[in-house]
Nanobody, 119 residues
């Protein structure tokens, strides 16, 4: 089972930037799709951004134009660059890896990293 470790969260003022990193324990990660999800207190976990094994990306409407997901396969790492942060971006951010519908099925999560945006 691939292990994911997120880092880069913290406290930032509105309008600021943060870059989250998600490091995978195995090189097989580069064959999987990856994504960032977030969960704010009292709310359901929601998808923020996804990137395929080939580098295609997709974003939630609330972050489009502000966040950028990318991956460095040589480092088995996925990033989330977050700019123009808003207080409503405050949440625990989770990294996900999955086989994108291919067999054998794989779906795995990191432990999460807290992002807090002050107004």
């Amino acid at each position: 089972q691939v292990q994911l470790v997120e880092s880069g969260g913290g406290l930032v003022q509105a309008g600021g930037s943060l870059r989250l990193s998600c490091a995978a324990s195995e090189s097989s990660f580069r064959q999987d799709a990856a994504g960032w999800h977030r969960q704010a207190p009292g709310k359901q976990r929601e998808l923020v951004a996804v990137i395929s094994s080939g580098g295609s990306t997709n974003y939630a409407g609330s972050v489009k134009g502000r966040f950028t997901i990318s991956r460095d396969n040589a480092k088995n790492t996925v990033y989330l660059q977050m700019n123009s942060l808003k207080p409503e971006d405050t949440a625990v951010y989770y990294c996900n890896g999955n086989s994108d519908g291919n067999l054998p099925f794989r779906n795995y999560w990191g432990q999460g990293t807290q992002v807090t945006v002050s107004s």
